[in-house]
């Protein structure tokens, strides 16, 4: 079957650097996305991967291993907006999303 | 503002009872999806429509059907309601079927009592 793997719940301080990752298992892969969601929001996007490496997008970075089935998303200098919960979602052969159940990050002054 | 409009943003009914919940996706977007999230759950999949035609269906009940209108808007339509149906639903819209760089709206919070 198809699935997706993240932590439910991490925390960290204000200023400091976090790493949520998630690991995916899909019938085909075209691609890897990472969406931010405040609570009782709608999903934002934050970035897609398809090729194997960093992407950089100013604070936020993603990274994808396409052989290991992993990605990660990297938030540096942390601010307190920065608490939310962060979905990762895998695009299969079909082009349809799989999605994680999303990391609820708390960040502490 | 994704551009994606959601209505009503608030439904409050009872059990047994029919709703119809209302989405128009971003101007020139011929993709529209349907999705259902429970309070601290992650997103459920519940339907895809391109243009028109109903592209894939994830795990949608037989009372729940939706429908995409020539103009592209979209409706889901929830019936013989149950206190579990609770949850919030969001309408997300994409340009193609292709990579699914997904515009969602603000969602309509259905409280079933």
């Known amino acids: 079957g198809q699935n997706i793997d993240q932590p439910t719940e991490m925390t960290a301080t204000e200023g400091a650097i976090v790493q949520i990752n998630c690991t995916y298992q899909?019938?085909?892969?075209?691609?890897l996305f990472w969406y931010q969601q405040h609570a009782g929001e709608a999903p934002t996007f934050l970035s897609y991967n398809v090729l194997d490496g960093l992407e950089e997008k100013g604070r936020f970075s993603s990274f994808l291993s396409r052989s290991k089935g992993y990605s990660y998303l990297l938030l540096k200098e942390l601010q307190m907006k920065d608490s939310a919960s962060y979905l990762c979602?895998?695009?299969?052969?079909?082009?349809?999303?799989?999605w994680g159940a999303g990391t609820k990050l708390i960040i502490k002054p | 503002d994704s551009g994606v409009t959601q209505t009503p943003k608030h439904l409050i009914t009872a059990t047994g009872q029919r709703v119809t919940l209302r989405c128009s996706p971003r101007s020139g977007d011929l993709s529209v999806y349907w999705y259902q999230q429970s309070l601290d759950q992650g997103l459920q999949f519940l339907i895809h429509?391109?243009?028109?035609?109903?592209?894939a269906k994830g795990n949608i009940l037989e009372r729940f059907s939706a429908q995409q209108f020539p103009d592209l808007h979209s409706e889901l339509n929830l019936s013989s309601l149950e206190l579990g149906d609770s949850a919030l639903y969001f309408c997300a819209s994409s340009d193609r079927p292709g990579v699914e760089k997904l515009f969602f709206g603000s969602g309509t919070q259905l409280s079933v009592l």
């Open positions: 899909t019938s085909g892969f075209n691609g």
């Open positions: 979602a895998a695009l299969d052969s079909n082009y349809q999303l799989i």
């Open positions: 429509y391109y243009n028109g035609e109903e592209r």
